[in-house]
């Protein structure tokens, strides 16, 4: 009988299985297609003067109140129709959409610097302090911001930076309220503890530890703060608080077509309805931001 060959011996040690690697989540397609319309946005608000058919504030009496059609009275194209004073609706949109990502970025910078600092400095130190920066924000939540924003702009007067500095604080609250809570949390933890018995600088512990830690929950609040600063320009300027005229905004669009509903729907519809679907869709890219960021929810 010939002997076992070399490796089959009996006390030869069992193939090791395959070490399975962990496939990616990938994201649903609701997921990718509303980051792709976020993405869209942000190409038609920089390209908007390659994009737009006319020029968005020179209207033509002769072509005014006209429906969508792809031959007016002036000989262009309005796809998406004219208003009272002639000016092409879809031109508006697009410039609208730099003015509207424009104030929501630029608050959203302001809110999140503000309101992060905040957050984080009265979160690790606490005491007074703390007690004194959570009471002006409870006051400012328990007043409604739309009021104190109409009568901010009424005294300095409607403008641009005013605009964007009022939505900007409107939104610093979320931040300091969310990331104290959890500078806090991470305050108790024993690393932190560790690091400043060390000889750690509490500059050095916030920026390099405490900092990366709540990045991620950073990320979703100004996403969907990005949302609410693009509705609330577009309320304060359907107030005549906002973008002053002729420049185009989504909420002065409705406002100019709220007198001409009966007859000339498209004026006011048509921006509404882009205003809904950048709320909707920015405020799911937020939702799935959570999801993705959140390690304990990767594994759901």
Request: net charge positive; charged share 15%; aromatic share 8%.
């Amino acid at each position: 009988m010939s002997p076992p060959a070399a490796g089959a011996t009996a006390g030869a040690a069992p193939a090791r299985p395959a070490r399975s690697v962990p496939r990616r989540r990938r994201a649903p397609w609701p997921i990718v297609a509303a980051c792709g319309f976020v993405a869209v946005l942000v190409v038609v608000g920089v390209a908007a003067p390659y994009l737009a058919r006319s020029d968005p504030e020179r209207g033509s009496l002769g072509a005014r109140l006209e429906a969508p059609t792809l031959g007016g009275a002036d000989g262009k194209a309005h796809l998406l129709g004219t208003d009272h004073l002639g000016r092409d609706v879809l031109s508006r949109i697009i410039y609208g959409t730099r003015v509207s990502l424009t104030v929501g970025f630029a608050a959203v910078a302001i809110g999140g610097l503000v309101g992060g600092t905040l957050g984080l400095a009265v979160g690790f130190r606490g005491g007074w302090v703390d007690e004194v920066i959570m009471t002006v924000a409870d006051a400012q939540l328990a007043f409604p911001f739309i009021l104190l924003a109409i009568g901010i702009i009424a005294v300095l007067g409607p403008s641009f930076p005013n605009l964007v500095i009022v939505v900007g604080l409107s939104g610093w609250v979320t931040y300091a309220r969310v990331l104290r809570s959890q500078v806090l949390s991470l305050r108790r933890r024993e690393f932190v503890d560790a690091i400043i018995g060390l000889g750690g600088s509490v500059p050095r512990i916030i920026l390099r530890h405490i900092l990366p830690n709540v990045a991620s929950t950073f990320m979703v609040i100004a996403t969907l703060e990005l949302a609410r600063a693009i509705v609330l320009e577009a309320t304060l300027s359907f107030l005549g608080l906002g973008i002053q005229p002729p420049t185009p905004s989504w909420g002065g669009m409705i406002h100019e077509g709220r007198d001409y509903l009966d007859s000339a729907w498209w004026i006011s519809i048509f921006p509404g309805v882009v205003l809904m679907l950048t709320s909707l869709v920015v405020s799911r890219t937020g939702d799935w931001l959570r999801d993705a960021l959140d390690p304990t929810l990767r594994g759901a």
